[in-house]
């Protein structure tokens, strides 16, 4: 079953945004993950919530989603994080009941 990567970042250094950007997306593709969403238009509808940029990024399942998050690959990306941006993250299975 499906899983998901949903982050609401705040890019802050513009460089550093940059190049995390680049390392991430290798690491995503290397493990299998795309993205469903990456900083488009968000139009709030209910609540008090600002985000700024939403990135959804679909995996395999969990197990594949925890590996790349832990994976040398992505680490390199992380290394970049703390300049790069402010983020909210969380990962959550795909729906398993009927439709």
Same mark, same amino acid.
């Given at each position: 079953m499906s899983a998901y990567v949903i982050s609401d970042t705040n890019p802050k250094d513009p460089d550093a945004w940059k190049?995390?950007?680049? !390392?991430?997306? *290798?690491?995503? $593709?290397?493990?299998g993950g795309r993205y469903?969403?990456?900083g488009n238009e968000i139009d709030v509808i209910e609540g008090e919530?600002?985000?700024r940029a939403i990135v959804v990024i679909e995996? !395999?399942?969990m *197990?594949?989603? $925890?590996?790349?998050y832990a994976s040398p690959e992505y680490a390199k990306a992380?290394?970049?994080?703390?300049?790069?941006?402010?983020?909210?993250l969380i990962f959550i299975d795909g729906y398993k009941g009927e439709n």
């Open positions: 190049i995390y950007i680049g !390392l991430a997306a *290798a690491a995503i $593709k290397q493990y469903l969403s990456r919530w600002t985000p995996f !395999l399942d *197990a594949t989603a $925890k590996t790349w992380l290394v970049y994080r703390d300049k790069a941006l402010k983020r909210n």
